[in-house]
C-alpha cells in the first residue's frame, strides 16, 4: 500500500493510501479506527458535537458550510457515496453535515467546482 502527502494552497491535506481498486483516499476513510480516534480527538480539540444536544451554537455554522468539510467526488467515494458526510481536513475524519465544533470556519463547503485557494482553514 502506498502512502502519499497531498496540499491543498500550500497545505499539508492528508495521508493518503492506495486502496484496492487504486484510488487514493485519505487513511481515516478507510480505516475506522483511525477514524474514531481522530473524531475523538476533535470532540477534545474543538467540541465536535451534535447541535441538538447543544443551544450555544449557530444554525448556520454547521460541518456542512465549514471550509474543512470536503464532499469532492473523488472524498465522496472514498467515504462510500453517504450525502450526510464530508471529510474534516482540519481533524481528519469523516464527519455529519449537521454536526459542529468550535473550530468551524466560514467558506464552505470544498466542492469540485473550487480551486482551493479560498479555504484558508489553519
Given at each position: 500500500m502506498i502512502s502519499l502527502t497531498i496540499m491543498m494552497g500550500g497545505m499539508p491535506v492528508d495521508k493518503m493510501e492506495k486502496t484496492e481498486d487504486g484510488k487514493s483516499?485519505?487513511?481515516p476513510t478507510q480505516?475506522?479506527?483511525?477514524?474514531e480516534e481522530n473524531k475523538q480527538q476533535a470532540i477534545e480539540?474543538?467540541?465536535?458535537r451534535d447541535?441538538?444536544?447543544?443551544?450555544?451554537f449557530r444554525l448556520s455554522e454547521v460541518c456542512g458550510n465549514c471550509a474543512a468539510f470536503n464532499q469532492t467526488h473523488e472524498m465522496m467515494e472514498c467515504m462510500?457515496?453517504?450525502?450526510?458526510?464530508?471529510?474534516?481536513?482540519?481533524?481528519k475524519f469523516m464527519c455529519n453535515e449537521t454536526h459542529t465544533c468550535d473550530s468551524w470556519a466560514e467558506g464552505g463547503p470544498?466542492?469540485?467546482a473550487d480551486d482551493g485557494s479560498e479555504h484558508d482553514i489553519l
Amino acid at each position: 500500500m502506498i502512502s502519499l502527502t497531498i496540499m491543498m494552497g500550500g497545505m499539508p491535506v492528508d495521508k493518503m493510501e492506495k486502496t484496492e481498486d487504486g484510488k487514493s483516499c485519505p487513511a481515516p476513510t478507510q480505516d475506522p479506527e483511525l477514524n474514531e480516534e481522530n473524531k475523538q480527538q476533535a470532540i477534545e480539540d474543538a467540541n465536535y458535537r451534535d447541535p441538538s444536544e447543544d443551544g450555544g451554537f449557530r444554525l448556520s455554522e454547521v460541518c456542512g458550510n465549514c471550509a474543512a468539510f470536503n464532499q469532492t467526488h473523488e472524498m465522496m467515494e472514498c467515504m462510500g457515496n453517504n450525502p450526510n458526510l464530508g471529510y474534516c481536513q482540519m481533524y481528519k475524519f469523516m464527519c455529519n453535515e449537521t454536526h459542529t465544533c468550535d473550530s468551524w470556519a466560514e467558506g464552505g463547503p470544498i466542492t469540485d467546482a473550487d480551486d482551493g485557494s479560498e479555504h484558508d482553514i489553519l
